[in-house]
């Protein structure tokens, strides 16, 4: 119920805003990320602690600060019971929640990103004394009945606005979940499947990434020394997919994801406890259960859209894989059969070979700078939103390359706060992800508590006399995360509950996919995309072949995703008496098309089963909604002010406050179906004849 989950929002009144425009001192955001980070050290300036939450100053302070919080927790808790059912219950358990979080989302970003181990491992103890008091809240029978009164009163619900019942209904959906309406009996056993999961979820996902080894003496002499070793034995620990060599391809495929019995166990004993818990809390799968409250809303729905996917796209993936084919016995007449180690390489090779798209001739042309300047110019004139560099204060930062903007609104003033994470360090995550610091909430005076997020990548350092130079993809992921940040920052919620990105998986991609949208027009790109050096605008027609290269094998690539959502939704359904690796080889030959290779558990390496659990079709649906959002409201004119007003009105203000298929259909101004998504999925992969037209006169 409890869980803290991402977030974020909004602005403050006139008053505040002036005050803030009084003291505070921005640089351009360009100029910011160009160049290396100048701090001016003062030895009398106090540290202001992490996020400039005092405690924070030192790594002690997350004990301070989680007994702050669960002191407040048990105030709420007596206020939340004692007060009779009407909007103020809800307004109490959002509080409560909020308080949670805000140690909580902090910890989980830190014990993650902060360099020094002694804060690591504070942030890791305080989510420990958090989740703990979480699963108490969870099944705290007084707590939920002060819920349930208020639910089970008509006059007092009808009272109530959408977004406060909608609110009131997410928490009884959590406290259901963890079994609270069942009898003691079953509660237990509830809570001990929770318990169990929790240590199934943290075994496979450690699994999932550890190498697999093979002794040395096994493979050919000439491949070797692709490989890391241990001793006598050869450590593999990804599957090489961009070798030019087929061999060292179909060596790091067969070894890498050879199955362990062990890791096998945990699997099926993970979706085994899965299922019986959804069952024991009234649901008929684990599927129907994750899926309450998506646009999706069923697995039935889910399965029909990738089935009519796959119907749709059928010819068109038979003849890219006739392409990789066809390139594969170019390139190695002796072994020309497709196999799945082949499709992300072949796929690779016959982009750049179309298209001329090295990402060393884009780069220049986008400097860190320049790109930041291009999302700046895009939300101001999009959205009326600017992004202001501001300079941290001391110990507000946990690394010193960190750039803190503020997000600011030409009539609304101060939105919120963004901290750039953006340079590589070691033992810094290798992944591009979005965090929330804090949530946006409707305050009691009034106010709006600002959201606070965290961006991460990881993008080489600018030097003395070049900036951090991105290639085409580490633009477009820079685009997707801002996506999410301004989904975060632009919320309207009252409860903090459901505020920004906390809000179902299939709509929470949306927003940054849709930016991927932007990233790709040339409209857009032209006002950033310059030459570092010279100066120089990149050449419209480089753009168009980025553009039209993302679609060569583009229905092969689409299928792979089917196949993966297929595999995850049909592990989350119905229990089969069948290993995961029978059910593995089945959904292959049904919705991808290349062979299964005997001896291989490609399901061992799927992460995503932990935190996407019969949610991995999220990331099609997201695009499919996206890109008809973009066909419909944003093709015409990208920068259409009216259509982004519309767009912030309709779909960002909401968060997880208001169902999503409602807020899609507010855009669209029509109600989509699963043949428009399938639709828009398919159309994306039609060829642009302009471009051909602009390489022929080039």
């Not at 890391?228 to 890498?256: M, T, V, W």
């Not at 001329?356 to 790109?371: Q, R, T």
């Not at 229905?555 to 119905?574: E, N």
């Not at 098309?593 to 649906?621: D, E, M």
Request: charged share 25%; glycine share 6%.
């Amino acid at each position: 119920m409890f869980a803290c989950k991402l977030l974020l929002n909004v602005a403050r009144h006139t008053r505040i805003r002036q005050i803030y425009r009084n003291v505070t001192t921005w640089s351009p955001v360009g100029t910011a990320f160009n160049a290396r980070q100048q701090r001016r050290f003062d030895l009398f300036e106090k540290n202001v602690g992490l996020f400039g939450v005092p405690e924070l100053s030192s790594p002690e302070g997350f004990e301070v600060a989680q007994e702050k919080a669960l002191k407040e927790t048990e105030q709420l808790v007596e206020e939340a019971c004692s007060s009779p059912p009407g909007a103020q219950t809800v307004a109490a358990f959002d509080q409560l929640s909020d308080s949670l979080c805000k140690v909580a989302d902090l910890a989980d970003f830190v014990k993650v990103a902060h360099p020094d181990p002694a804060f690591r491992d504070a942030a890791e103890k305080a989510c420990l004394k958090i989740g703990t008091t979480v699963e108490k809240l969870n099944t705290n029978v007084e707590l939920c009945k002060s819920l349930k009164d208020l639910l089970d009163n008509k006059d007092i619900l009808a009272t109530l606005d959408p977004e406060t019942r909608k609110v009131a209904e997410l928490f009884m959906f959590d406290f259901e979940i963890s079994g609270i309406h069942l009898d003691e009996k079953k509660r237990k056993k509830a809570v001990n499947l929770h318990v169990k999961l929790l240590d199934l979820n943290h075994e496979f996902l450690m699994g999932s990434h550890l190498p697999n080894k093979i002794e040395k003496r096994a493979l050919p002499e000439h491949i070797r020394n692709q490989f890391s070793f241990d001793g006598n034995y050869i450590q593999i620990g990804g599957l090489h997919a961009e070798s030019p060599d087929d061999l060292i391809r179909e060596a790091a495929y067969k070894i890498f994801l050879y199955p362990n019995t062990k890791l096998l166990h945990c699997l099926e004993e993970l979706l085994a406890f899965r299922n019986q818990l959804a069952q024991l809390v009234g649901y008929e799968s684990f599927a129907h259960r994750a899926l309450k409250g998506t646009i999706a809303k069923t697995p039935e729905t889910v399965m029909k859209f990738l089935q009519l996917l796959t119907d749709k796209l059928s010819d068109r993936t038979a003849k890219d894989f006739e392409m990789m084919r066809d390139m594969k016995m170019r390139l190695n007449p002796r072994s020309s059969e497709l196999m799945p180690w082949d499709h992300p390489y072949l796929s690779g090779v016959l982009r750049a070979e179309r298209y001329n798209i090295e990402p060393s001739l884009y780069s220049p042309y986008f400097s860190l700078g320049a790109c930041m300047e291009g999302l700046n110019a895009l939300f101001s004139q999009l959205l009326g939103v600017s992004l202001q560099a501001e300079q941290p204060q001391p110990g507000e930062v946990w690394s010193e390359d960190v750039r803190k903007l503020a997000v600011v609104h030409e009539t609304e003033g101060l939105l919120g706060y963004i901290y750039c994470d953006f340079f590589h360090r070691p033992d810094k995550p290798h992944q591009d992800c979005h965090f929330t610091i804090r949530g946006g909430r409707l305050l009691g005076n009034g106010e709006y508590q600002l959201p606070v997020v965290v961006l991460m990548l990881n993008l080489p350092q600018p030097s003395k006399n070049t900036p951090t130079l991105l290639s085409p993809g580490m633009m477009e992921n820079l685009f997707h995360e801002m996506g999410h940040a301004m989904h975060s920052m632009l919320g309207r919620t009252r409860y903090q509950h459901v505020t920004g990105t906390r809000c179902a998986t299939d709509f929470a991609e949306v927003p940054s996919i849709l930016m991927e949208f932007f990233a790709s027009d040339y409209r857009v790109v032209s006002q950033f995309a310059r030459h570092y050096q010279t100066g120089q605008p990149l050449p419209e027609n480089m753009v168009a072949r980025l553009s039209e290269s993302k679609k060569v094998c583009g229905a092969a690539d689409i299928q792979l995703q089917v196949f993966y959502a297929a595999l995850d939704q049909i592990y989350h359904g119905k229990p089969q008496n069948r290993s995961t690796t029978a059910i593995l080889k089945e959904t292959q030959e049904r919705f991808y098309g290349l062979p299964y290779v005997p001896h291989t558990a490609w399901q061992l390496r799927f992460s995503h089963l932990v935190g996407y659990g019969a949610k991995y079709y999220s990331y099609l649906l997201s695009r499919a909604v996206a890109s008809i959002i973009w066909r419909q409201c944003f093709l015409r004119n990208p920068l259409d002010r009216e259509m982004g007003e519309r767009y912030r009105r309709e779909m960002l203000a909401h968060g997880g406050g208001k169902e999503p298929i409602l807020m899609v259909q507010g855009m669209l101004q029509k109600r989509p179906t699963i043949e428009d998504f399938v639709d828009a999925l398919v159309t994306e992969l039609n060829p642009d004849f302009e471009t051909f037209v602009m390489d022929s006169e080039s």
